[in-house]
C-alpha cells in the first residue's frame, strides 16, 4: 500500500523560505515519476515540480523556476521541496503525489497520478 505524508507547511511572510517533506512507503522508486502539485482555494490544482524516481530528471512550472528546489533522500525514502523567495501568490495546500508512469511533458496536469498525500498548507503573508 503505498503511502505519501507530508509535513513542514506554515505560515511565512513574503520572501521567506519553508521545505516540504514528503515520506514514501510502499512505492516502488524505479522508474517513476512523483513530485508536488499546488491547489489554492477557488483554483484548479497545478503541478510545482516533479522528478523521475530513475533518471533524477526535473520539471518545474515556470512559475517556480529559480525559487523552488525538488530533491530526494532515497536513505530516508523522503521527497523535499525547497521554497525560497516566497510569494503570497504561493499560498496554497501543498500535496506529494506519485505516478507508476515517468514523467513527460503531461506531468503538470497530475495524469496518471494515482497516489497522494493528505496535504500540507502553505501561507504566504505580504
Known amino acids: 500500500q503505498v503511502q505519501l505524508v507530508e509535513s513542514g507547511g506554515g505560515s511565512v511572510q513574503a520572501g521567506g523560505s519553508l521545505r516540504l517533506s514528503c515520506v514514501v512507503s510502499?512505492?516502488?522508486?524505479?522508474?517513476?515519476?512523483m513530485g508536488w502539485f499546488r491547489q489554492a482555494p477557488g483554483k484548479e490544482r497545478e503541478g510545482v515540480a516533479v522528478?523521475?524516481?530513475?533518471?533524477?530528471?526535473?520539471y518545474y512550472a515556470d512559475s517556480v523556476k529559480g525559487r523552488f528546489t525538488i530533491s530526494q533522500d532515497n536513505a530516508k525514502r523522503t521527497v523535499y521541496l525547497k521554497m525560497n523567495s516566497l510569494k503570497p501568490g504561493d499560498t496554497a495546500m501543498y500535496y506529494c503525489?506519485?505516478?507508476?508512469?515517468?514523467?513527460?511533458?503531461?506531468?503538470?496536469?497530475?495524469?496518471?497520478?494515482?497516489?497522494w498525500g493528505q496535504g500540507t498548507q502553505v501561507t504566504v503573508s505580504s
Open positions: 503525489a506519485a505516478r507508476y508512469v515517468l514523467c513527460g511533458s503531461d506531468w503538470s496536469s497530475g495524469s496518471y497520478f494515482g497516489y
Open positions: 510502499g512505492y516502488t522508486y524505479s522508474r517513476n515519476c
Open positions: 522528478f523521475d524516481t530513475g533518471g533524477g530528471t526535473t
